[in-house]
């Protein structure tokens, strides 16, 4: 009898330290008839989003991002210059905050066209037996094949080297550039290393750097000399005109035949680490040189 009640005194002593244990970790809550309050039920709302919605390229481009990725200057500033008229759209000023550009629109900044194409620059190093131009009739190898892998977007040749003359050629999509280094009033200067049939006497050099007329108009030498450390038939001509074959002219007017002719520098750019055949992208101080000519 004793041991019976032992037992169920152990089987309360449990239930106790059980309950004890419930009410000492939630002194609070009640064991019975426990509900929840729905007042005190918090909802949370989903935030909305941040990420700006993309715009429908159909719909047009905002003018200030157009300018924008025209890389003028940030959306902020673009919205402070279109205030101020400086933004035309097919060749109206327009002050319109939000106002949507169209995909054949033609955008200006100060009289300047833009575009918002990523703009690309690439320097080839041309060899032998490539014609300058987008595609041939003939089925000739034009440089394009040099350069079809060097970005996505569609560039172009900046002047013209002709089939065997060989050396630097840059390719752009920047139309602004491409005429401003060949715009003779800018006298970009080209150096090109032209190889003769024969030595080039000391008193020919003399007569072609002092400048003289051929075809009917003066050509302007800006420095000629040979070349130091090899024989007189290898000269380095310096020159700004863009005139087709003018340097085998020169030397064609004087009694020489020019067996090689490489174009060394150009704008600046040098042939510095790039062989013949390779090209590459500009570096941005290379750019920025440019820009400033």
């Given at each position: 009898m004793a041991a019976k009640e032992n037992s169920s005194r152990g089987r309360h002593a449990k239930k106790e330290k059980k309950s004890t244990s419930k009410k000492k970790d939630y002194p609070n809550m009640k064991t019975k008839n426990f509900r929840v309050n729905p007042q005190n039920i918090k909802t949370f709302k989903k935030k909305p989003s941040t990420t700006p919605k993309k715009e429908n390229v159909a719909d047009g481009i905002r003018l200030n991002k157009y300018i924008a990725n025209a890389g003028i200057c940030s959306r902020r500033e673009a919205d402070v210059y279109i205030g101020a008229g400086n933004a035309t759209v097919n060749g109206k000023i327009i002050t319109e905050m939000g106002y949507k550009v169209q995909k054949d629109d033609v955008v200006r900044f100060d009289g300047?066209?833009?575009?918002?194409?990523?703009?690309?620059?690439?320097?080839?190093?041309?060899?032998?037996?490539?014609?300058?131009?987008?595609?041939?009739?003939?089925?000739?190898?034009?440089?394009?094949?040099?350069?079809?892998?060097?970005?996505?977007?569609?560039?172009?040749?900046?002047?013209?080297?002709?089939?065997?003359?060989?050396?630097?050629?840059?390719?752009?999509?920047?139309?602004?550039?491409?005429?401003?280094?060949?715009?003779?009033?800018?006298?970009?200067?080209?150096?090109?290393?032209?190889?003769?049939?024969?030595?080039?006497?000391?008193?020919?050099?003399?007569?072609?750097?002092?400048?003289?007329?051929?075809?009917?108009?003066?050509?302007?030498?800006?420095?000629?000399?040979?070349?130091?450390?090899?024989?007189?038939?290898?000269?380095?001509?310096?020159?700004?005109?863009?005139?087709?074959?003018?340097?085998?002219?020169?030397?064609?007017?004087f009694g020489y035949a020019v067996v090689k002719l490489d174009r060394v520098i150009f704008a600046g750019l040098t042939k510095k680490n790039l062989p013949r055949g390779h090209h590459r992208p500009l570096t941005n101080q290379e750019l920025i040189n440019m820009k400033m000519i």
């Open positions: 300047q066209l833009l575009s918002i194409e990523t703009k690309r620059y690439v320097l080839l190093n041309k060899p032998k037996n490539f014609i300058t131009t987008m595609d041939d009739e003939r089925g000739r190898r034009t440089v394009m094949e040099l350069v079809a892998n060097a970005t996505k977007e569609r560039i172009y040749p900046v002047g013209r080297l002709d089939r065997n003359t060989t050396g630097l050629l840059l390719f752009t999509n920047d139309g602004e550039l491409a005429k401003k280094l060949t715009h003779p009033k800018h006298s970009v200067k080209k150096l090109y290393h032209a190889s003769l049939d024969k030595k080039l006497t000391m008193k020919d050099l003399q007569k072609i750097s002092q400048n003289f007329v051929l075809e009917g108009k003066m050509v302007f030498i800006d420095a000629i000399s040979y070349v130091e450390g090899q024989s007189k038939t290898e000269v380095g001509i310096e020159i700004h005109s863009g005139r087709n074959r003018i340097v085998r002219k020169i030397f064609e007017h």
